[in-house]
């Protein structure tokens, strides 16, 4: 539980600063071009900009002056944590050691953080789904999957 | 003529097998709580491209179809709506299953689904041929405003409020200012990211916005849908006396309010749903098991279905998530929204709209004699659901473009989605924000010019004129509603 109040007040500060920033750049982007279009996308984005500031001032002012409460951000934070890290993880990895590999791990591992209790289900899943993925994209739309490039060079 | 040859398109073996596969796939997803229309469709986009225009429309208009009518078969079995449109369904739906009367309310689901969906697909095919004409006159002032009216619909009904609603709509704009410049062709806001040139691609965004944030949020949820179904106990009962006016009420609000750009689905069969228990003759019965009730939320949830593809295939404009991810589908058909769909590549046009009958058909003969085997599926354990469904998440994101740029992206946005999402803010109006960006500025940058930098071409013409109306009473209304509960309470408590 983390109180709703401040996190909405550091949201809204977020966005009138990043209005200020868009509303700052917007006249240095495109100078090296014509007058006529520098301007007209100078208008768009600086009415981006002033409509965001004003939008944010009021949210500022409504969680300054709201009641405090709570916000609930997951039921399950450790199960909630533990599958960033294996989507981040996952997508790390696939880069080295290409999609077949990386899926089979990614899958079991998920399923066990999830609360599969069953090892060997979840291995013969995993090799189930990895492979309907892989002959679906790879083999039927001819889509290249992430190959292994860790041993490159090294193992042919 | 062209309605013949689409005809003859749409009855070719492998399209009808695409229909049937998306509507029953749509069944399936959309009869699992959890898992939207929105969701199946985006990741459907990366393994339809690689087919012929007509079959990957198809299968992502019979996934449509199909996922609306798919949510009240758990409402009405388990009372665990599908889809959120399926909320109302559960409301009548499963006192009735309690009472032992499922296969009747699943009977009246099904045929209100059916003719819900049916007429508005003959609204579509009868009013987008003339709208699309219409869309001709369209200059560039007057399609930065439909941008604005599409955005605005959605920011009106945005459940966070006015405020949270427009910053995120802006947001979605602002993000659809990275890359190129169309007015200059400089590139702008790419952060030195050679990836970013070409701006930042939006299947990865609605991909990771509607698919990876719902995975983060069902952590903790062991099923999704939880009960138990007798499949034997459930009786083939005939469809009860009276339901007509009912479905016709249901389908006529859900046609015009799928039109409306915005207003989705859920709206639709709760606003049918109350207007059937105004005009029932018995009102007692409403939550305890009336099937008047089903009839109208099912009518008009699936009203919607033709209703919303309506703004998107005439003016390019998505009215709820799920068309906008059918707009991402067309876009990489090489299919650009908007009259020359009617005119160059009507065949294609006018048989995507064909196959959504065929859809409705489908479902209708799928839903009479195994809808029940369908809420078995919705019992599948989390577990498994949420590591499958990233996996096809993921490689969906690569696929775009063989990039693994696009799969961090597409993480980047699901983080912050889910964020965003719990503060309340609205994830339809940012991707809606990033589609129709590039469209309001093309528009706001050209007029200007047009006009060497007067604003009062924004308000010339008479369709300016209308379209600044209709904005106007879109950003009204919620302010409206808002101090009108308001007042209601503040009276509730007086009287307390």
């Known amino acids: 539980m983390i109180n709703r109040k401040y996190i909405e007040i550091i949201v809204s500060i977020f966005f009138i600063v990043l209005a200020a920033l868009l509303y700052g750049s917007a006249d240095t982007v495109n100078q090296a071009v014509s007058q006529a279009s520098t301007d007209s996308t100078s208008t768009y984005v600086n009415t981006l900009a002033i409509i965001l500031g004003i939008a944010g001032i009021i949210e500022l002012i409504m969680s300054i002056i709201s009641s405090p409460s709570f916000i609930e951000f997951t039921k399950d934070p450790r199960k909630f944590i533990l599958l960033i890290i294996s989507l981040v993880g996952y997508v790390w990895i696939m880069e080295y050691i290409g999609f077949i590999i990386s899926t089979l791990v990614f899958l079991p591992v998920t399923m066990k953080i999830m609360g599969y209790k069953s090892i060997v289900k979840s291995i013969v899943i995993s090799i189930g789904i990895t492979l309907f993925v892989y002959l679906l994209f790879q083999v039927g739309f001819e889509i290249l999957l992430p190959e292994q490039t860790l041993f490159e060079g090294i193992v042919e | ?496």
């Open chain 2, 1 to 496: 003529m062209i309605l013949l040859d689409a005809l003859q398109a749409v009855l070719a073996y492998d399209v009808l097998f695409a229909i049937f596969i998306g509507t029953v796939s749509g069944i399936v997803i959309g009869g699992m709580p959890g898992l939207t229309a929105t969701m199946a469709v985006a990741l459907l986009i990366p393994i339809t491209f690689s087919f012929t225009p007509l079959i990957g429309l198809s299968i992502m208009g019979g996934v449509y179809a199909g996922a609306m009518y798919g949510g009240s078969i758990p409402a009405i079995l388990l009372s665990t709506p599908g889809t959120p449109a399926a909320a109302a369904t559960a409301l009548e739906g499963y006192p009735l299953t309690k009472q032992g009367k499922g296969g009747m309310a699943l009977k009246v689901s099904v045929i209100s689904s059916f003719v819900g969906g049916t007429f508005s697909v003959i609204v579509l095919l009868a009013i987008a041929p003339i709208l699309s004409e219409f869309a001709l006159k369209f200059g560039p002032p007057e399609y930065f405003l439909l941008a604005i009216m599409g955005l605005t619909g959605v920011i009106s009904v945005a459940s966070g409020g006015l405020t949270r609603g427009i910053i995120s709509g802006l947001i979605g704009l602002i993000v659809a200012l990275i890359g190129t410049d169309p007015m200059t062709g400089m590139v702008r806001y790419d952060f030195g990211i050679i990836d970013l040139y070409e701006g930042v691609s939006f299947m990865p965004a609605l991909i990771g916005m509607f698919s990876i944030t719902q995975m983060l949020a069902l952590t903790g949820e062991k099923s999704i849908a939880s009960g138990d179904i007798d499949i034997t106990a459930i009786k083939r009962e005939k469809m009860p006396k009276g339901m007509w006016p009912f479905i016709t009420l249901g389908t006529g609000t859900g046609t015009i309010v799928g039109i409306i750009p915005g207003e989705g689905a859920t709206i639709a069969a709760f606003m049918s749903y109350n207007m059937a228990k105004a005009k029932s003759k018995v009102k007692h019965l409403f939550g305890k098991g009336n099937p008047e009730g089903i009839a109208a939320a099912e009518a008009g949830n699936n009203a919607c279905v033709g209703g919303s593809l309506v703004p998107l295939l005439t003016l390019g404009v998505p009215g709820n998530t799920v068309s906008a991810a059918l707009m991402g589908g067309l876009m990489i058909q090489g299919l650009i929204p908007g009259p020359e769909l009617f005119t160059t590549h009507a065949v294609i046009t006018y048989g995507f709209i064909l196959s959504l009958f065929i859809a409705n058909i489908i479902f209708l003969v799928v839903g009479l004699f195994f809808a029940p085997y369908f809420a078995k599926i919705s019992q599948i354990p989390t577990s498994i659901l949420v590591a499958a469904i990233s996996v096809f998440a993921i490689v969906g994101s690569y696929s775009m473009n063989n990039s693994l740029f696009d799969v961090w992206l597409m993480l980047i946005f699901a983080f912050a989605g889910y964020f965003l999402n719990k503060l309340n803010f609205s994830l339809s109006a940012i991707i809606l924000g990033m589609i129709l960006g590039p469209i309001a500025e093309n528009g706001f940058t050209q007029a200007l010019t047009i006009s060497q930098g007067d604003g009062s071409i924004f308000f010339a013409s008479v369709v300016a004129k209308i379209l600044w109306v209709i904005i106007i009473a879109l950003l009204i209304q919620p302010l409206f509603v808002h101090f009108k509960d308001k007042r209601e309470r503040a009276k509730a408590l007086k009287n307390e």
